[in-house]
């Protein structure tokens, strides 16, 4: 269990595949904040199929469209857990719109929740993360930035901010042991896809088999396995990448 002592903030935490990534750090156990803004009731389910040993799980109510808010409630949890040690930056929303079809309130709130509330997390546990001279911070990301999807682009624009984002922080903080990663998962099977793609999912899932090298469907383990690497000693060296788990679809 090499995150024991450890404590990791994983936003979105409550949905496909921020339940899988809060198993798997608690698994190595660290003591995971679940934030989302609704779905309390998985985190018992989830306690009770972890190891013994494993770290503790909790659930903190969060609406990440206000930036300000989660910005206070993570300065607040930081310092009530001693510092803050590993943040994943999961949360999104994907309305699939053409650009023409969505408003200004809405590609501002997509942005705020996909993109503004990594940076305000980012500075309120980064300030900890210096003072103990280690930290890592994973931000997910998505093979869409290939541009081969439309009526995506409030999602996308906020997810190229996070790829950006990720190399800008990488930089900044590498002098004080902090790691910066993007992890973007291809097609893994969620709640968000069957309701994003609805009517159509037989259809995309044939699309999405034809382009993969791998012929199976992906889970959202494999994409939490992937962070469990990135913020190993086993990438001590590794800093400012974007690692894609999709199966073998986007090859850059």
């Given at each position: 269990?090499?995150?024991?002592?450890?404590?990791a903030?994983?936003?979105?935490?409550?949905?496909?595949?921020?339940?899988?990534?809060?198993?798997a750090l608690?698994?190595?156990?660290?003591?995971?904040?679940?934030l989302?803004?609704?779905?309390?009731?998985?985190?018992?389910?989830?306690?009770?199929?972890?190891?013994?040993?494993?770290?503790?799980?909790?659930?903190?109510?969060?609406?990440?469209?206000d930036?300000?808010?989660s910005?206070?409630?993570?300065?607040r949890?930081?310092t009530?857990v001693?510092g803050?040690?590993?943040?994943?930056?999961?949360?999104a929303?994907?309305?699939?719109?053409?650009?023409?079809?969505?408003?200004?309130?809405?590609?501002?709130?997509?942005?705020?929740i996909?993109?503004?509330?990594a940076?305000?997390?980012a500075?309120?546990?980064?300030?900890?993360?210096?003072?103990?001279?280690?930290?890592?911070?994973?931000?997910i990301?998505?093979?869409?930035?290939?541009?081969?999807?439309?009526?995506?682009?409030?999602?996308?624009?906020?997810?190229?901010?996070?790829?950006?984002?990720?190399?800008?922080?990488?930089?900044?903080?590498?002098?004080?042991?902090?790691?910066v990663?993007?992890?973007?998962p291809?097609?893994?099977?969620?709640?968000?896809?069957?309701?994003?793609?609805?009517?159509?999912?037989?259809?995309?899932?044939?699309?999405l088999?034809?382009?993969?090298?791998?012929?199976?469907?992906?889970?959202?383990e494999?994409?939490?396995n992937?962070?469990?690497f990135?913020?190993?000693?086993k990438?001590?060296?590794?800093?400012?990448?974007?690692?894609?788990?999709?199966?073998?679809?986007w090859?850059?």
């Amino acid at each position: 269990m090499f995150l024991a002592g450890k404590t990791a903030l994983v936003t979105g935490a409550t949905g496909g595949l921020g339940v899988a990534q809060s198993a798997a750090l608690a698994a190595e156990g660290a003591d995971v904040l679940m934030l989302d803004i609704k779905g309390p009731e998985a985190v018992e389910a989830l306690a009770a199929g972890l190891p013994p040993g494993a770290g503790k799980l909790r659930y903190v109510a969060c609406d990440l469209a206000d930036s300000r808010a989660s910005q206070a409630l993570a300065r607040r949890l930081d310092t009530e857990v001693g510092g803050i040690d590993v943040l994943v930056n999961n949360a999104a929303v994907n309305p699939m719109k053409p650009i023409d079809g969505y408003d200004l309130d809405e590609w501002e709130r997509v942005q705020a929740i996909n993109a503004t509330a990594a940076v305000a997390l980012a500075q309120a546990v980064v300030p900890s993360m210096k003072r103990k001279g280690w930290g890592n911070i994973v931000n997910i990301t998505t093979i869409t930035l290939n541009g081969g999807w439309t009526d995506f682009t409030s999602y996308v624009g906020s997810k190229g901010t996070l790829l950006g984002l990720t190399r800008a922080l990488a930089r900044e903080l590498g002098p004080f042991n902090i790691r910066v990663n993007c992890v973007s998962p291809g097609a893994i099977p969620t709640a968000l896809e069957r309701e994003v793609w609805a009517g159509q999912l037989d259809t995309y899932v044939k699309f999405l088999l034809d382009h993969q090298s791998l012929k199976y469907r992906g889970s959202p383990e494999d994409v939490a396995n992937a962070i469990l690497f990135l913020v190993s000693d086993k990438a001590r060296f590794i800093t400012g990448q974007n690692l894609s788990v999709d199966g073998g679809w986007w090859m850059h």
